[in-house]
C-alpha cells in the first residue's frame, strides 16, 4: 500500500498523517457511509448538532450532508487535512472544519446532540499488545478523550464509536460510571463484522457494566496477564488491532 507507513507506531504521529493527507484523495476505515447508514438512522437526527472526531479525509461527513444531516462539525488534529477538506467542501455551508486535539476540545459543556468516531480511537490504541489491559499511557489518553466527549454531549446526546474492535474488548474502555453514560452495540458487515456502539450520556451504566467497571477496578491491582498479539509493523495496525 502506498500510504503504508515503516512503523505502526507511526499511525499516532501527526507528521505522518499530515505527509499522507497531502496526496491522499479519501480513505474509509470500516466501510463507507452505506454500509451503517441503517443502524445512524435509528440513532442520529438529521437535524441534530453532529461533532465528527478525528474526521481524517474520509467522505463520511458529506455522504451524511447529501443524505440531509445539516449540522456536522468535523475536528482533526491534521492542519492539512482540516485545510485540504475545508477547500474540497467548501460550497457546504452546513459541514465546518476545525483543527483541534481531541484530549482538549475548544467546545462548551453539552453542545453537541452526537460525537461520532470512525476508527479514530483504533489509531490512538495502535502500539497496544494486550487486548485485555491497555497500557497506563493508552489509559490515560483514552481517558481524557472520553471525558471531553462526555462533557461536550448534551444530556441524551449520543457517543457512537464505529470500529471492528469486539465487545468484549472495547466495553472495557467505555464502561466507566464518571463519562454518564450507557452502553449498547450493534454490529455490521457480511463477511468480516464490524462494531458500532451508541453510548447514552444521563442513562447510566446497566448492572452488568457497572459490575464490569468493578471487576475492571479489581483487575488493575492483579498481575498483568501473558495474553499478547504478535506485532508487524509491515501490516496496517488495523489488521493487528483487537481493542
Known amino acids: 500500500m502506498e500510504y503504508l507507513p515503516d512503523s505502526n507506531a507511526r499511525y499516532k504521529d501527526v507528521d505522518y498523517w499530515n505527509e499522507r493527507y497531502r496526496t491522499e484523495e479519501s480513505f474509509e476505515w470500516f466501510g463507507d457511509f452505506t454500509k451503517f447508514e441503517h443502524l445512524l438512522k435509528q440513532h442520529v437526527g438529521t437535524e441534530e448538532n453532529i461533532l465528527m472526531l478525528g474526521c481524517g479525509n474520509s467522505a463520511l461527513s458529506y455522504d451524511m450532508y447529501q443524505a440531509g444531516y445539516s449540522s456536522i462539525t468535523n475536528v482533526d488534529y491534521s492542519s492539512v487535512c482540516v485545510e485540504s477538506m475545508a477547500e474540497r467542501h467548501k460550497d457546504c455551508a452546513q459541514l465546518s472544519w476545525l483543527c483541534m486535539d481531541a484530549r482538549r476540545l475548544a467546545f462548551s459543556d453539552g453542545v453537541f446532540d452526537v460525537v461520532l468516531e470512525k476508527g479514530t480511537l483504533d489509531a490512538m490504541l495502535v502500539e497496544e499488545t494486550d487486548p485485555w489491559k491497555i497500557s497506563e499511557n493508552a489509559a490515560r489518553l483514552l481517558h481524557q478523550v472520553l471525558l471531553e466527549v462526555s462533557r461536550v454531549l448534551k444530556p441524551g446526546g449520543r457517543f457512537i464509536s464505529v470500529t471492528f474492535a469486539q465487545p468484549h474488548f472495547r466495553k472495557r474502555l467505555y464502561a466507566r460510571a464518571e463519562y454518564d453514560w450507557s452502553i449498547k452495540h450493534y454490529h455490521y458487515g457480511s463477511s468480516f463484522h464490524y462494531f458500532l456502539y451508541v453510548l447514552t450520556k ?19 491491582e492483579a498481575p498483568p496477564t501473558d495474553v499478547r498479539f504478535q506485532e508487524a509493523d509491515s501490516e496496517d495496525f488495523l489488521n493487528n488491532i483487537g481493542l
Do not use: F, V, W
Open 202 to 220: 444521563g442513562e447510566g451504566l446497566s448492572p452488568e457494566d457497572a459490575a464490569l467497571e468493578r471487576r475492571l477496578l479489581e483487575e488493575a
